[in-house]
């Protein structure tokens, strides 16, 4: 999944708003369910500090004692946790829990607490072995004591933190099941929302390699109208093409007519009148069909559908060229696998096959081989097909192999030719996106590549 699709940003734009959203839950009900852990535990101290005062009386002596102990028999255990301490505001002796042993609770930051309405105040310390403990206070006027009494208990603050601690686990692993469950969710219905622009890439596909010309099929509301608006252009594509061939055929049709006359009437006068129009009128003739083939040929180029099976092609222009250099005992070799196809015309691959396969027999001595390597390149995102053409000839050197493409270049004037072949073959190539490269050949001789826009299966 590409970080600029549709796909991704409508993903990670959900799954960033589920995760924030998620995180400030999990935070929220731990936040929740921390306050509702300390109330209660604080509610439980002060129900047991309640029932320390309630047990606590002034003897006939003046003195402080205890008429009976509390429950929680912790208070009893050396360091349990669970302490308690009552202490006069003044200088009188102080009662402690068993559990103190010989230990004071740190009363210290009780000067920072606040009260309540009651004169409960709650606040935190340390107790016994760095013990973090959590203590309730209430100083009481008891009757026949003339100073007031402080009256605390504490409990351990770990057995709360252990409630809180396993609560999160939980809450964090409800969370994260959530949140991978969502990302699911949210994959599915991605993927299957987007699945139209899919087919109408699959469909542009296929009109693109040849097996369709409209995209077919019933889409969304939302994307009906791009359908619609394709199909049109590619109904108006073909339109403006055919009109473009039937003018360029009447306008051929047109042109030769005259010159054909011209042509007569110049062989009819004999003189250097008669053969210079006669000239000028072969000229004309080649400029026309020039510029008609490359009317022709840039039109198809961009024809959208156009799908030409490769190996039917090449096997009948083997097949005419072998007759042809049968007496100069020329074998021609073909490699082309059965699903090779070319993006084009079936008249523009057999121009620029033929002209290379003929350079390549009049050249050669004996041999002559031609491979086709399917999607042997991609430019501009296609997949381009190679026609390789290989000869055991003499071959060409390199500082030459640029002057041949030149229109009307012949190097050796012995062989029969005009000289356009090969500029013919580069002018349909780039037409097309492609070009053609000169090589040394394994064989001895030149090897030309020649790219292709291929039509995929």
Request: aromatic share 6%; with cysteine; glycine share 8%.
């Amino acid at each position: 999944m590409r970080s600029d699709s549709l796909a991704f940003r409508l993903i990670a734009g959900a799954a960033l708003w589920s995760g924030i959203a998620l995180v400030a839950g999990g935070l929220t009900l731990s936040a929740i369910f921390r306050n509702s852990v300390e109330r209660s535990f604080d509610a439980r101290l002060d129900v047991l500090l309640d029932s320390l005062i309630a047990t606590t009386e002034v003897d006939g002596e003046g003195g402080l004692v205890r008429t009976r102990a509390l429950s929680e028999t912790r208070f009893d255990l050396a360091y349990s946790g669970w302490y308690w301490q009552i202490w006069p505001v003044a200088a009188r002796p102080a009662q402690r829990s068993r559990s103190l042993f010989d230990q004071s609770l740190d009363l210290a930051p009780l000067k920072d607490a606040k009260r309540s309405e009651n004169g409960l105040a709650v606040f935190d310390t340390l107790g016994p072995e760095a013990q973090k403990l959590r203590v309730a206070e209430r100083r009481v006027t008891l009757p026949d004591y003339e100073v007031p009494v402080s009256f605390a208990v504490a409990g351990d603050r770990s057995e709360m933190n252990e409630e809180i601690q396993g609560f999160n686990t939980w809450v964090f692993i409800a969370m994260a099941a959530m949140g991978a469950g969502l990302l699911v969710a949210l994959l599915i219905q991605v993927r299957f929302g987007l699945r139209p622009l899919e087919r109408v890439r699959s469909s542009l596909a296929q009109i693109r390699s040849g097996r369709a010309t409209r995209l077919d099929g019933e889409f969304p509301a939302e994307i009906e109208p791009l359908a619609d608006e394709l199909n049109g252009l590619l109904e108006g594509n073909r339109e403006v093409l055919e009109r473009a061939r039937t003018h360029v055929g009447n306008l051929a049709h047109a042109l030769k007519t005259p010159l054909s006359v011209l042509t007569n009437e110049a062989r009819a006068h004999d003189g250097p009148f008669g053969a210079t129009v006669d000239r000028m009128a072969r000229q004309m003739r080649e400029q026309i069909d020039h510029h008609l083939a490359r009317a022709r040929m840039a039109a198809s180029a961009n024809v959208l559908g156009a799908h030409t099976p490769v190996e039917p092609v090449l096997e009948r222009i083997v097949l005419a060229l072998e007759r042809i250099y049968e007496d100069q005992g020329i074998a021609i070799e073909l490699d082309c696998p059965e699903e090779a196809g070319f993006r084009g015309e079936a008249q523009d691959l057999e121009e620029v096959a033929g002209n290379l396969l003929d350079n390549a027999c009049k050249w050669a001595n004996a041999r002559v081989r031609l491979t086709v390597i399917p999607e042997a390149a991609m430019r501009k995102a296609r997949p381009f097909l190679c026609l390789r053409v290989e000869d055991d000839g003499p071959g060409l050197p390199e500082g030459a192999r640029a002057a041949v493409l030149k229109r009307g270049t012949r190097l050796d004037e012995t062989k029969p030719g005009s000289g356009l072949g090969l500029s013919i073959v580069t002018e349909i190539a780039e037409m097309y996106g492609g070009e053609l490269k000169f090589e040394a050949s394994p064989l001895g001789g030149l090897r030309a590549d020649l790219y292709l826009p291929a039509a995929t299966a």
